[in-house]
T-cell receptor, first 116, second 117 residues
């Protein structure tokens, strides 16, 4: 079984500052890793995913994440945030099923608030 | 890209009634869909895996007779909350697995907010 821990429930940041949202996972098997963003009263939008290959993954809206197998981490970063980045961010993991990504296990979420 | 549509986006019902939520994959076929439940300011909790043409697989602690799932076609899964009570009020989100070459990800619907009075 997999589990995901997002270490920060809330992260307040000033506009144009850099941000890092932390995510650690545990699993006894190889995994896929994901970051999703959720705006109020909406579903989830995929920011980026790590399936294999390069450990540095670039996603939409200027976000990137780095897979660190030894530290079992997949932290999300953005060098300069905007007001529009205010949202809830979820880290998720799935095992590498026969046909690819299976059901996701989500972290608790991190609320990113961008202040002007 | 892959699109998943949920309907209704919000619904209010009286206690004791049943509510059906639809999840449709609009431009791809999905043999597997997933239903999640999200309480306010909390994470998503997987309720069940919906498999086309067979019974759904429920997660531990989820009442299958309470939350009926039907996956009658490759593009439609439905979640019926039977005899709804106020504690069933929640945000329900579905996702569908796009297995086309180069996809290999889950696409989420916009969610359905259920309020039981």
């Amino acid at each position: 079984a997999q589990s995901v821990t997002q270490l920060d429930s809330q992260v307040p940041v000033f506009e144009e500052a850099p941000v890092e949202l932390r995510c650690n996972y545990s699993s006894s098997v190889s995994v896929y890793l994901f970051w999703y963003v959720q705006y109020p009263n909406q579903g989830l939008q995929l920011l980026l995913k790590y399936l294999s290959g390069s450990t540095l993954v670039k996603g939409i809206n200027g976000f990137e994440a780095e897979f660190n197998k030894s530290q079992t981490s997949f932290h999300l970063r953005k060098p300069s945030v905007h007001i529009s980045d205010t949202a809830e961010y979820f880290c998720a993991v799935s095992d590498k099923g026969i046909q690819g990504a299976q059901k996701l296990v989500f972290g608790q979420g991190t609320r990113l608030t961008i202040n002007p | 890209g892959a699109v998943v549509s949920q309907h209704p986006s919000w619904v209010i019902c009286k206690s004791g009634t049943s509510v059906k939520i639809e999840c449709r994959s609009l431009d791809f076929q999905a043999t597997t869909m997933f239903w999640y439940r999200q309480f306010p300011k909390q994470s998503l909790m997987l309720m069940a895996t919906s498999n086309e043409g067979s019974k759904a697989t429920y997660e531990q602690g989820v009442e299958k007779d309470k939350f009926l799932i039907n996956h009658a076609s490759l593009t439609l899964s439905t979640l019926t909350v039977t005899s709804a009570h106020p504690e069933d009020s929640s945000f329900y989100i579905c996702s569908a697995r796009d297995i086309r070459p180069g996809a290999n990800v889950l696409t989420f619907g916009a969610g359905s907010r259920l309020t039981v009075l």
